[in-house]
């Protein structure tokens, strides 16, 4: 069924979509539709779930974490500061290994106060465990998110996921969502049926202290299962694809084939990219785009693979690691230099603060890399 | 849970996804904390049952007269100076 | 020979579901507080522990002592997950279950108080224990907000020991308007178990208050913790009452109370203090129970 609504909403009937039993959030901008979509919904008995509404950010996933250790289906929401002040529950819920999923609506961090659009959030939660994906439009949002918990709950990964979308251009910006029947979605999701949860005929004690002979073998589970959600993310993705019609994978490449110069996006610049690799063929230019759809784990053998040909590799960040560069950048090098992969490398910040990226913006990004050897980190439009 | 054996984890393929519990603290005699242990004396014991309900092992059995679990007291005498009639006597145990 | 004697007098339940070889210190009164609290609800119950004593008491992985399901986690999140786990299973269909918050006083009175006053507010269905031994004694005997005028801790030197008094949190929680209340000692095992059961049978956010000591904390002798609990009670130190709808009822009312200076002489923690420093004490003990007997006058049901 295709509806038009925005990211928010959309996010909120992916949510209901997954059957998602029981959901705990607090509102911030611009993630707002999303709690009220689903008090909606829930309120109207069309989600038969549980809405906590929750006095903090903090408090909503330590709730979703309690839910999903009961063995429930769960879901929460939030952006910026408040995924910030969620950070040691990140952590919890990661290595507790509760495969909730949450939307992340990708925004400025304050100071000084910022609602728009960019992923220092996300990114420096880049450590806690979580898979992240970032969305390019309205639909993915919604399809990321049934099968975000299909990925998560699967016993050989058993992660939560994040999925992240653009503040404004897609929370607030509205789209074509296909909506799934539920009957498609309960052949599609299996119940959710951990091994092991919170149950008193099977009582088992959860997360205690944990002694130097034990703490890294648990570690190096989370690296297994964070090498056989790269597989499930594929799997999951065809399997999407065959009852869905939508194809969505670890990267998605455009026009790279034969491209010299590749950029290298994510999130809603992704879209823009395509469009300026369309404009400059026009113009002759052989460029094309890898958009970087999920973050963590990092599709480190599929971007070797997309970038093997392209004589000049351009990194867009909207988002800043302080003191070195833009973070999908030296994850690119790092998996790049990992292959022996050796090329002129191009670490461009734009769009931070929300600040728009046009197909100009692209161009002008295009033109300098072409221009010029590699001087990274570049801060694109800055008023120097 | 009720067994006193102690978990083997050797490698990662024993272990589960996330730290959760696989046996009790059985295995854990905690006797070794003590350096004297309580003994009741029968023949003073009224079966007043104080000794048994302030135990916070619990290491002290329901029976009549009580009987404490001496691989597990740690030896706190918490029993001894709760026994309203003196029955429970310190005696020491350090080498 | 066979000659029958009789049973052993129990004047709470029988079944132990907390087991031993626990990592508890020697007479510690966190450990007897668990004990009492899973006779009282059975089996039928899912715990979630934040950072405190008994974080590690329990058990390190892969173990555990208590025979019921325990979530351990992060210091400040103790209510909402209760509320998460008790939600989340009402999501489904399955409240059977009694969810309980077992937090010490430092993620309760201080850093818990947040998530606290959220699930209280939406009146979740959870118990929440504070089991209370007035100080952060699992980092090492820091002072909290229920740390009392005149301790000693490692943050409050002798030389500067805690001033001001222990937070009200009790008054704090009936102020949300929660249907029960109650605040319990380790000295009086029966009202304790009692407390429990009731609170199992109410729907909504349920409070207890537990007076847990610490030997360890306190520098008190181990075999003294009992002594040292009903000694609370009996100076008006830790007063046993409970509000349950709003109606206040003292449970035990000292017949005579004993004087504060009893009760201190028994702890290292206060043995800096001066005949002055007592006397304060003394005065405010004496106030605070006054206001108590107040409000029981004036906020109670009628019928018993």
């Given at each position: 069924?295709?509806?038009?609504?925005?990211?928010?909403?959309?996010?909120?009937?992916?949510?209901?979509?997954?059957?998602?039993?029981?959901?705990?959030?607090?509102?911030?901008?611009?993630?707002?539709?999303?709690?009220?979509?689903?008090?909606?919904?829930?309120?109207?008995?069309?989600?038969?779930?549980?809405?906590?509404?929750?006095?903090?950010?903090?408090?909503?996933?330590?709730?979703?974490?309690?839910?999903?250790?009961?063995?429930?289906?769960?879901?929460?929401?939030?952006?910026?500061?408040?995924?910030?002040?969620?950070?040691?529950?990140?952590?919890?819920?990661?290595?507790?290994?509760?495969?909730?999923?949450?939307?992340?609506?990708?925004?400025?961090?304050?100071?000084?106060?910022?609602?728009?659009?960019?992923?220092?959030?996300?990114?420096?939660?880049?450590?806690?465990?979580?898979?992240?994906?970032?969305?390019?439009?309205?639909?993915?949002?919604?399809?990321?998110?049934?099968?975000?918990?299909?990925?998560?709950?699967?016993?050989?990964?058993?992660?939560?996921?994040?999925?992240?979308?653009d503040a404004f251009f897609l929370s607030h910006t509205s789209e074509v969502v296909d909506l799934i029947d539920k009957?498609?979605?309960?052949?599609?999701?299996?119940?959710?049926?951990?091994?092991?949860?919170?149950?008193?005929?099977?009582?088992?004690?959860?997360?205690?202290?944990?002694?130097?002979?034990?703490?890294?073998?648990?570690?190096?589970?989370?690296?297994?299962?964070?090498?056989?959600?790269?597989?499930?993310?594929?799997?999951?993705?065809?399997?999407?694809?065959?009852?869905?019609?939508?194809?969505?994978?670890?990267?998605?490449?455009?026009?790279?084939?034969?491209?010299?110069?590749?950029?290298?996006?994510?999130?809603?610049?992704?879209?823009?990219?395509?469009?300026?690799v369309d404009l400059l063929r026009k113009e002759g230019k052989k460029v094309g785009n890898l958009k970087i759809r999920?973050?963590?784990?990092?599709?480190?053998?599929?971007?070797?693979?997309?970038?093997?040909?392209?004589?000049?590799?351009?990194v867009v960040d909207r988002d800043y690691s302080y003191g070195f560069e833009g973070a999908f950048f030296t994850e690119?090098?790092?998996?790049?230099?990992?292959?022996?992969?050796?090329?002129?490398?191009?670490?461009?910040?734009?769009?931070?603060?929300?600040?728009?990226?046009?197909?100009?913006?692209?161009?002008?990004?295009?033109?300098?890399?072409?221009?010029?050897?590699?001087?990274?980190?570049?801060?694109?439009?800055?008023?120097? | 849970?009720?067994?006193?054996?102690?978990?083997?984890?050797?490698?990662?393929?024993?272990?589960?996804?996330?730290?959760?519990?696989?046996?009790?603290?059985?295995?854990?005699?905690?006797?070794?904390?003590?350096?004297?242990?309580?003994?009741?004396?029968?023949?003073?014991?009224?079966?007043?049952?104080?000794?048994?309900?302030?135990?916070?092992?619990?290491?002290?059995?329901?029976?009549?007269?009580?009987?404490?679990?001496?691989?597990?007291?740690?030896?706190?005498?918490?029993?001894?100076?709760?026994?309203?009639?003196?029955?429970?006597?310190?005696?020491?145990?350090?080498? | 020979?066979?000659?029958?004697?009789?049973?052993?007098?129990?004047?709470?339940?029988?079944?132990?579901?907390?087991?031993?070889?626990?990592?508890?210190?020697?007479?510690?009164?966190?450990?007897?507080?668990?004990?009492?609290?899973?006779?009282?609800?059975?089996?039928?119950?899912?715990?979630?522990?934040?950072?405190?004593?008994?974080?590690?008491?329990?058990?390190?992985?892969?173990?555990?002592?208590?025979?019921?399901?325990?979530?351990?986690?992060?210091?400040?999140?103790?209510?909402?997950?209760?509320?998460?786990?008790?939600?989340?299973?009402?999501?489904?269909?399955?409240?059977?279950?009694?969810?309980?918050?077992?937090?010490?006083?430092?993620?309760?009175?201080?850093?818990?108080?947040?998530?606290?006053?959220?699930?209280?507010?939406?009146?979740?269905?959870?118990?929440?224990?504070?089991?209370?031994?007035?100080?952060?004694?699992?980092?090492?005997?820091?002072?909290?907000?229920?740390?009392?005028?005149?301790?000693?801790?490692?943050?409050?030197?002798?030389?500067?020991?805690?001033?001001?008094?222990?937070?009200?949190?009790?008054?704090?929680?009936?102020?949300?308007?929660?249907?029960?209340?109650?605040?319990?000692?380790?000295?009086?095992?029966?009202?304790?178990?009692?407390?429990?059961?009731?609170?199992?049978?109410?729907?909504?956010?349920?409070?207890?208050?537990?007076?847990?000591?610490?030997?360890?904390?306190?520098?008190?002798?181990?075999?003294?913790?009992?002594?040292?609990?009903?000694?609370?009670?009996?100076?008006?130190?830790?007063?046993?009452?409970?509000?349950?709808?709003?109606?206040?009822?003292?449970?035990?009312?000292?017949?005579?109370?004993?004087?504060?200076?009893?009760?201190?002489?028994?702890?290292?923690?206060?043995?800096?203090?001066?005949?002055?420093?007592?006397?304060?004490?003394?005065?405010?003990?004496?106030?605070?129970?006054?206001?108590?007997?107040?409000?029981?006058?004036?906020?109670?049901?009628?019928?018993?």
């Amino acid at each position: 069924m295709k509806q038009v609504m925005n990211g928010d909403f959309a996010a909120s009937y992916g949510a209901m979509s997954a059957l998602v039993k029981y959901v705990a959030a607090y509102p911030i901008t611009p993630q707002t539709l999303v709690v009220e979509k689903l008090s909606e919904l829930v309120a109207d008995g069309e989600m038969d779930a549980v809405f906590s509404k929750v006095e903090s950010e903090h408090s909503a996933m330590a709730a979703c974490i309690g839910a999903e250790a009961a063995g429930i289906r769960t879901f929460t929401a939030t952006s910026s500061q408040g995924l910030l002040l969620m950070c040691e529950v990140l952590h919890w819920a990661a290595r507790g290994r509760l495969p909730i999923v949450l939307a992340n609506v990708n925004r400025a961090v304050a100071p000084g106060w910022s609602i728009w659009a960019d992923a220092q959030d996300s990114i420096s939660q880049r450590d806690t465990g979580w898979m992240q994906v970032y969305a390019e439009d309205n639909q993915e949002v919604y399809d990321s998110i049934i099968m975000a918990y299909k990925i998560a709950e699967s016993p050989d990964v058993l992660l939560p996921m994040m999925i992240n979308l653009d503040a404004f251009f897609l929370s607030h910006t509205s789209e074509v969502v296909d909506l799934i029947d539920k009957k498609d979605i309960e052949k599609f999701l299996p119940p959710y049926e951990p091994k092991f949860k919170l149950n008193p005929s099977e009582p088992h004690a959860f997360n205690a202290l944990t002694s130097p002979d034990h703490y890294f073998e648990l570690t190096y589970k989370m690296h297994l299962a964070m090498e056989k959600a790269k597989k499930r993310i594929t799997e999951v993705g065809v399997e999407f694809e065959k009852m869905f019609g939508r194809r969505y994978g670890l990267t998605e490449s455009y026009r790279i084939e034969d491209a010299d110069t590749v950029l290298v996006t994510f999130g809603t610049i992704a879209g823009t990219a395509k469009e300026t690799v369309d404009l400059l063929r026009k113009e002759g230019k052989k460029v094309g785009n890898l958009k970087i759809r999920v973050f963590r784990p990092f599709p480190q053998e599929e971007v070797c693979e997309a970038l093997k040909n392209a004589k000049k590799v351009i990194v867009v960040d909207r988002d800043y690691s302080y003191g070195f560069e833009g973070a999908f950048f030296t994850e690119v090098k790092s998996a790049l230099y990992n292959k022996g992969v050796m090329k002129p490398l191009y670490g461009m910040m734009a769009g931070i603060g929300g600040r728009d990226v046009s197909t100009g913006t692209l161009k002008e990004i295009v033109a300098k890399a072409e221009g010029e050897d590699p001087k990274n980190p570049y801060f694109i439009g800055v008023k120097l | 849970m009720t067994d006193d054996k102690k978990v083997e984890l050797n490698k990662v393929s024993d272990y589960p996804e996330m730290p959760v519990s696989l046996g009790s603290m059985l295995w854990n005699k905690t006797s070794s904390w003590r350096n004297f242990k309580p003994v009741i004396d029968g023949t003073k014991c009224i079966g007043c049952g104080i000794c048994w309900k302030f135990c916070p092992e619990p290491a002290i059995f329901p029976t009549n007269p009580p009987t404490v679990d001496y691989d597990f007291c740690k030896g706190c005498g918490i029993c001894i100076s709760e026994c309203p009639t003196k029955a429970i006597s310190k005696v020491d145990e350090t080498r | 020979m066979n000659e029958k004697k009789k049973d052993l007098t129990l004047s709470i339940p029988k079944e132990e579901i907390m087991q031993p070889g626990h990592l508890a210190c020697q007479g510690c009164g966190a450990s007897l507080a668990m004990r009492y609290a899973l006779k009282a609800l059975g089996r039928n119950v899912i715990l979630d522990i934040p950072a405190c004593c008994w974080a590690v008491i329990d058990g390190p992985f892969p173990y555990s002592a208590t025979g019921v399901p325990i979530y351990h986690t992060a210091f400040e999140t103790a209510a909402a997950v209760a509320s998460g786990i008790s939600n989340g299973l009402r999501s489904v269909g399955k409240s059977g279950a009694t969810i309980m918050a077992w937090a010490g006083d430092g993620g309760t009175f201080d850093i818990g108080i947040q998530a606290l006053s959220g699930a209280a507010e939406r009146n979740d269905d959870i118990i929440y224990t504070v089991y209370d031994n007035e100080a952060y004694m699992n980092t090492g005997i820091q002072r909290s907000s229920a740390t009392p005028h005149g301790a000693w801790t490692t943050t409050t030197p002798v030389k500067h020991f805690k001033k001001g008094e222990k937070k009200d949190l009790d008054s704090i929680m009936v102020a949300h308007g929660i249907p029960y209340m109650a605040t319990a000692s380790i000295s009086h095992p029966e009202d304790l178990i009692k407390k429990y059961q009731k609170a199992a049978k109410i729907r909504g956010t349920k409070f207890l208050h537990v007076y847990a000591p610490c030997p360890t904390g306190w520098k008190s002798d181990p075999a003294m913790t009992v002594k040292v609990a009903k000694l609370a009670v009996e100076t008006n130190v830790f007063p046993i009452y409970e509000v349950e709808n709003g109606n206040y009822r003292i449970n035990i009312k000292p017949s005579k109370r004993k004087e504060v200076k009893e009760y201190l002489s028994m702890q290292g923690r206060f043995k800096h203090l001066t005949e002055e420093d007592v006397k304060y004490i003394q005065e405010n003990i004496d106030r605070k129970w006054d206001t108590l007997l107040k409000k029981e006058q004036y906020f109670s049901s009628k019928e018993k």
